[in-house]
């Protein structure tokens, strides 16, 4: 049995053009603009058949979500396991702000090595997100539908398709991955923006 799961980051806030941390425990709302991206992923995904959309429960990603299910007319559940991983002290913070509170943290988050027990104070690490969210999409792949929409966040994105075999990277708005459970063994497929749905 194969199941497809369509994981998409939120749309944008304002906290986002400002370049602020947000974390699981900053629940900014879409600005005007994440709306409007929303709307161009639901175009995106029309070909795919989605069934369903698990969202963080974040109002950015649920919004983002609700906005997706209205116009592929599909339900919308609330998933708390994929939620955005927790920044702890460092929530609400600029990113500029963060460099320089916290240097040698900061600059081990975004080295190359990619260390995955490296957090900041009060917060998860890169491990402990990526825990997370695996053991959050094997509980999604045991529900009855087979081809999923994920709404979830930049972090928990990139450490869980890290797992994969994909290399961090910084992810726009709206950044759209699939991947696949087939006979219990979890796979990431091609950009879904290259994929021909009716071939």
Known sequence: MRKDFYI???GQTDYNLERR?????????????????ARRLAERLKPFGLEIVFSSPLKRALKTAQIVGEALQIPVEV????????????EG?????????????????????????VGFPGGETKLQMQKRMLQAMDEL??????VFGVATHGSSIRYLLMYYGRKPSLMPNTALFHLVWENGIWHLENDPETENPSA
């Open 21 to 37: 941390w947000q974390g699981c425990g900053v629940d900014t709302e879409l600005n005007a603009g994440g709306i409007e991206q």
């Open 8 to 10: 998409f980051r939120h």
């Open 93 to 117: 913070m600029l990113k500029s702000e963060v460099g320089k509170r916290w240097p040698e943290i900061f600059n081990e988050w975004y080295s190359p090595a990619n260390n995955l027990n």
């Open 141 to 146: 792949a045991r529900q009855p539908q087979k």
């Open 79 to 90: 998933c708390p396991g994929i939620i955005e991983g927790c920044f702890g002290e460092a």
